[in-house]
Each structure stands twice: as C-alpha cells, then as structure tokens.
C-alpha cells in the first residue's frame, strides 16, 4: 500500500495583509472559523484577517468585527466560530458582541493556568464585555475591573427581544479588586443563561452596592431572567453575592447547584446578601446542593421569592438553625 501524501493547498493572500492566504484557518464546527487575538504576538496586527496563529488580531473588538464581516461576505452564519485569547493577553477594552454579529461563537481564553488571559475593561469605570447576540460562550477568562466596573452585562435591548438568551459564562474568573460594582450584570431579562464553575472576589464599593452577580434592571423586557443555571460556582468576600437590585427585580424558575457561598471576614469584606432571590416576578426557583456560609434565615442574608412559595430551598449545606435547617446541616425549608 503506497503512503499517503497530503498536498498543502495554496490560496492567494492580499497584498498587504498578513495570514489572509490561510483560507479559513483551523476549525471545529462545520460553518465556523477561529480566530486569534494576541497582541503581545511579533506577528500581531490590526490589518490582519486574524485567522493565522502566528498573525493574530490586537484585540477581541477587532475579531468581532472580522467574523462579522467575513459571515457577510461568505454568506453564511459563522455559528460556531471561535475566538482564542492567548494565554499571555491583558486585554484592556470595552467590547460589545452587536445584534449583528454571528450567534452561538465563543470567546475562550487559551490559558494554561487558572488566571490567564486577562480582561480589564477600556476605562476604570467601564463595562468589559457587553452581550446582544444569543448563543455566546464566554470561556476561560480573568476579567478584572475596579473603581465602580462591571465585567460582563447581558442586554436585552428592545422588549421581546432576548438577545442575550442563551449566553453561557464557564471557567472564569470575576475579580473585583476591591472596587468592582458587577461582576455579571443582567440588564433586561435574558433567559437560559447559565453560568457554570466561576469564581466572584472582592467586588466592594463600601456602600454595600456591589454584586457578585445582579438583576440590575427588567424595564427593557417583559420580565425577570429566568430557566437559567448557577452551577458549581464560588461567591467569596463580596458585599453582595447574588441578588436583585432593590430586591425588586430578580431571577425566576432558576436552579442554584453546587455553588459555595463563603463567609467573609469581617474586617474584610462583610456579606450583606448571599442570596436574594426576592425579586423574582414569578419564582419556582431550584436551589438545593449548595454550602451556605454565614446564618441560613433572612438576617444572614438569604431571601427566598415571597410571591411563590413553590421555590424548593432543600438539600443545602448550612449551620443548624431552628426551622430551616436540620442537626444535620441540611436545609429543609425556605430562609
């Protein structure tokens, strides 16, 4: 049997644009492209088509932008498309992932430890990642803001229109600094997002309106987010770990699994709010396997939806306290 030989086909660049003669560079969905951002790269440029390792994009703003116009000119989705983040990246820029751009992409950082790459956003006070598209993973990233930042916000831009539905926030990790506002901020009411084995730190703002993650406002949408996922995540020294603005917007018909919500040293950061679910419009919310720090009842800090008394808060991990949690430790009943 003769050996195989495989002939490395050749496509004609563009004069003046480094890597355009690599047609569509290596990829794992059948529509998709995968496209490199790595600004510290000797090769790195923002004339790039970025789809060459070794001539990657500046910024991620800048491979949005291609992969949007590379769906246009190819005329075809691009769904499943994958931007990768070079482990040695400090990212510093506000991105927006547009209405236009391709559905079901991924952002993943191809770091080889747990704090790399890097995300701060473009200004102290900034938002780093915004999302109006559905689909969007966002995978193995630090992002770190401070003085009054935000790390990611899902937006719902126009009633009825979820255009953050779907988002999907995996291994990352949130990091506050000791002046971060949100680390994940739903603005509107996307729904089946899930957030899966992150990690929220030190989102402070000493006036106990930081968040680790926060329904901050509904007025865009129909209602509050809900038949979303936290999963297997750890909330630690922030002023709040999760809950509603106001306690008057919130999540819905949501399963909380397998999170550790830590208690905070006092002379640290002091927790306000572990888990406020009292916002949510219609309630049926799941919450069962999770360690609870701190007090299980409403004056530590946990708040079941008042309106629906469906919420199901069993099989949790806590402090015996009277009524809600056995000599066990295990919840069996609402905060």
């Given at each position: 049997?003769?050996?195989?030989?495989?002939?490395?086909?050749?496509?004609?660049?563009?004069?003046g644009?480094?890597?355009?003669?690599?047609?569509?560079?290596?990829?794992?969905?059948?529509?998709?492209?995968?496209?490199?951002?790595?600004?510290?790269?000797?090769?790195?440029?923002?004339?790039?088509?970025?789809?060459?390792?070794?001539?990657p994009?500046?910024?991620?703003?800048?491979?949005?932008?291609?992969?949007?116009?590379?769906?246009?000119?190819?005329?075809?989705?691009?769904?499943?498309?994958?931007?990768?983040?070079?482990?040695?990246?400090?990212?510093?820029?506000?991105?927006?992932?547009?209405?236009?751009?391709?559905?079901?992409?991924?952002?993943?950082?191809?770091?080889s430890?747990?704090?790399?790459?890097?995300?701060?956003a473009?200004?102290?006070?900034?938002?780093?990642?915004?999302?109006?598209?559905?689909?969007?993973?966002?995978?193995?990233?630090?992002?770190?803001?401070?003085?009054?930042?935000?790390?990611?916000?899902?937006?719902?831009?126009?009633?009825?229109?979820?255009?953050?539905?779907?988002?999907?926030?995996?291994?990352?990790?949130?990091?506050?600094?000791?002046?971060g506002?949100?680390?994940?901020?739903?603005?509107?009411?996307?729904?089946?997002?899930?957030?899966?084995?992150?990690?929220?730190?030190?989102?402070?703002?000493g006036?106990?309106?930081?968040?680790?993650?926060?329904?901050?406002?509904?007025?865009?949408?129909?209602?509050?987010?809900?038949q979303?996922?936290?999963?297997?995540?750890?909330?630690?020294?922030?002023?709040?770990?999760?809950?509603?603005?106001?306690?008057?917007?919130?999540?819905?018909?949501?399963?909380?699994?397998?999170?550790?919500?830590?208690?905070?040293?006092?002379?640290?950061?002091?927790?306000?709010?572990?888990?406020?679910?009292?916002?949510?419009?219609?309630?049926y919310?799941?919450?069962?396997?999770?360690?609870?720090?701190?007090?299980?009842?409403?004056?530590?800090?946990?708040?079941?939806?008042?309106?629906?008394?469906?919420?199901c808060?069993?099989?949790?991990f806590?402090?015996?306290?009277?009524?809600?949690?056995?000599?066990?430790?295990?919840?069996?009943?609402?905060?």
């Amino acid at each position: 049997m003769l050996p195989q030989i495989r002939m490395q086909p050749w496509f004609p660049g563009q004069m003046g644009v480094s890597g355009s003669d690599v047609q569509r560079g290596l990829r794992w969905e059948p529509q998709g492209i995968v496209l490199y951002v790595d600004e510290n790269h000797p090769g790195a440029s923002a004339d790039a088509d970025g789809t060459d390792p070794e001539n990657p994009l500046t910024t991620i703003a800048l491979a949005i932008a291609r992969l949007t116009a590379f769906a246009t000119s190819m005329a075809t989705s691009l769904e499943g498309s994958v931007i990768v983040v070079a482990d040695e990246a400090t990212i510093a820029e506000s991105v927006i992932i547009p209405p236009t751009a391709p559905k079901y992409c991924t952002i993943l950082g191809a770091g080889s430890t747990a704090h790399h790459p890097t995300w701060t956003a473009a200004t102290a006070a900034g938002r780093a990642l915004t999302i109006r598209q559905e689909g969007w993973t966002i995978e193995g990233i630090t992002f770190e803001v401070g003085a009054a930042g935000t790390a990611i916000r899902l937006e719902e831009v126009t009633i009825g229109s979820y255009t953050a539905y779907k988002t999907t926030i995996r291994d990352c990790r949130f990091d506050g600094l000791y002046g971060g506002l949100y680390g994940i901020d739903f603005y509107g009411a996307p729904h089946r997002v899930s957030i899966k084995n992150c990690v929220f730190l030190e989102f402070r703002r000493g006036d106990n309106t930081a968040y680790g993650i926060i329904v901050s406002n509904t007025a865009v949408g129909p209602g509050s987010p809900y038949q979303g996922a936290v999963i297997g995540c750890r909330f630690q020294s922030c002023e709040n770990y999760v809950g509603g603005l106001g306690a008057i917007v919130g999540f819905n018909m949501t399963l909380f699994q397998n999170n550790v919500f830590v208690t905070s040293h006092a002379a640290l950061i002091p927790v306000v709010l572990y888990l406020d679910l009292r916002g949510g419009s219609r309630g049926y919310n799941i919450v069962t396997g999770n360690f609870f720090g701190g007090v299980y009842t409403n004056g530590g800090g946990y708040f079941a939806n008042p309106a629906t008394p469906n919420s199901c808060w069993i099989g949790n991990f806590a402090e015996p306290t009277p009524i809600t949690v056995g000599d066990n430790g295990i919840t069996i009943a609402v905060p």
